[in-house]
């Protein structure tokens, strides 16, 4: 099947930037523009900074692949971020990241952002009866915290989907879900019309720091900058004197049916809810503004057993809507996931007046907008206590190659069976 992007062939902002070609000096310069960048250059430029941010194209990366689930926190429960963090750090994590849809979604009412946003909130479903306590102790760790949650039996979390496969759910009605790339490219748009200049087609490709200040080369130019931000999680290019960010590369992959026929639209998720499961090789479904149902699942379609995973996903659609038959799929598309080894975001110190953010484990709709705005404000400000994490100097990442190959490898197998 030949792979196309449904957020990319359904975008409603329509923004497009040139390239850069000829060398200049700005406060701060940004490389990469996905949701960590975008918002990094939206918050610098509102707080008076001169702002440039590059990159091939806005949203090229995870921000312009992802399923467009908008969820509060991290994929872990709070008491584990708590336990690895140590109990401060990890309650200052839990309590900026519950607030992160409330942060997207007023950035979307804010600045018009025309990226189909629905805000019925998101399921966490379980697809088995391990997996209804991992929600119970969820729903649990998190209301203590003070989230707004419902836990819905199997009949309630039936109603809702449409579908009788799970044994329960977790219904975050303050969640929701958007169509990703709209809103990163609506964020770019926010962040032009605050004077942020945005390149397209401009790679780096070597950084150094000279007198306190950074030179940033592309093919065609060099950016002098006070201040640095990495924003190119994983999709980074090589950048000649820029270590690598080290992280364990996780691809997913989704599938977009045709628009569902009207008499099928109100038995399957008739409020539009996000959804995801609990199994260990994960799927997520939910509707796109036409209609179309998308399925998704760990997986690269980029390798010759990739038929395993868009087959797994026509039985999977089957299997949890049975009255849906042979309905075509319409796009198939994935993208790589930057996983941490305990699966939290991480902020690197480059040097003076420079970070690079990455990491966010396939949360990063809330997270990302969240880092960004955050980092860009440490930056200004100098006040490092005011980041939801605390920088590191030095970040390595074991094993990652076999990690990546091992959970491929499970994924596959998984969907084959
Ligand atoms: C398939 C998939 C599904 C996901 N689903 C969800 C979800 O439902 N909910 C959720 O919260 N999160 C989800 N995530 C995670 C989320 O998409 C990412 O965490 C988030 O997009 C990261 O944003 P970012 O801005 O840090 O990086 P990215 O969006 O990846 O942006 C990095 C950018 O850097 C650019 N770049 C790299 N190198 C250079 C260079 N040398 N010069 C210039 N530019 C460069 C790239 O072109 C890219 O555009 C998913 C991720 C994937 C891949």
């Not at 406060?27 to 430029?45: H, K, Y």
């Not at 921000?63 to 872990?76: K, P």
């Not at 955050?374 to 920088?391: K, R, W």
Request: net charge positive; hydrophobic share 35%; aromatic share 8%.
């Amino acid at each position: 099947m030949h792979q196309k992007n449904l957020w990319q062939e359904t975008s409603k902002e329509k923004i497009t930037f040139s390239n850069l070609k000829k060398s200049i000096t700005t406060d701060l310069v940004i490389i990469g523009g996905g949701f960590t960048g975008c918002s990094a250059a939206l918050s610098a430029a509102k707080n008076g900074l001169s702002v440039t941010l590059i990159d091939q194209k806005i949203g090229y990366g995870g921000s312009g692949r992802n399923v467009g689930l908008v969820n509060a926190g991290l994929w872990m429960p709070p008491e584990k971020v708590e336990s690895i963090l140590g109990l401060d750090a990890g309650v200052k994590l839990n309590k900026a990241l519950v607030t992160a849809p409330d942060l997207v979604f007023s950035l979307i009412d804010d600045y018009e952002i025309n990226c189909s946003a629905n805000r019925s909130g998101t399921l966490h479903c379980a697809h088995s009866e391990k997996g209804l306590e991992d929600i119970k102790l969820r729903f649990k760790q998190l209301s203590e915290r003070g989230a707004e949650l419902e836990l819905l039996d199997k009949q309630q979390t039936q109603q809702r989907i449409g579908s009788s496969k799970f044994f329960g759910s977790l219904f975050n009605k303050k969640a929701g879900i958007i169509n990703p790339l709209d809103y990163c490219l609506g964020l770019a748009r926010a962040a032009k019309s605050y004077g942020v200049n945005i390149y397209e087609s401009t790679i780096a490709t070597d950084i150094q720091s000279i007198n306190n200040d950074w030179l940033v080369k592309t093919a065609e130019s060099t950016i002098k900058a006070k201040m640095l931000l990495i924003a190119t999680n994983a999709y980074q290019k090589p950048i000649e004197g820029l270590n690598p960010s080290k992280y364990t590369s996780v691809q997913y992959f989704q599938v977009a049916t045709k628009a569902l026929p009207l008499d099928l639209v109100k038995s399957v998720l008739p409020n539009g809810e996000g959804c995801w499961d609990t199994a260990s090789v994960m799927s997520s479904f939910r509707l796109d503004a036409d209609n179309r149902l998308i399925i998704g699942g760990i997986g690269n379609l980029g390798h010759s057993a990739s038929k395993i995973h868009t087959n797994w996903a026509r039985r999977k659609i089957e299997s949890l809507f049975p009255h849906i038959k042979n309905i075509d799929i319409e796009f198939s598309w994935h993208g790589r996931i930057a996983m941490t080894g305990d699966h939290i975001p991480k902020i690197l110190r480059l040097g003076s007046n420079a970070y690079s953010v990455f990491g966010y484990s396939g949360r990063g709709i809330g997270p990302g907008t969240y880092f960004g705005k955050a980092v860009s404000e440490c930056l200004i400000s100098g006040d490092e206590t005011s980041l939801p994490v605390d920088p590191l100097d030095y970040y390595q990442e074991p094993f990652s190659k076999i990690k990546a190959g091992f959970i491929e490898f499970g994924a596959t197998a998984s969907h084959l069976l």
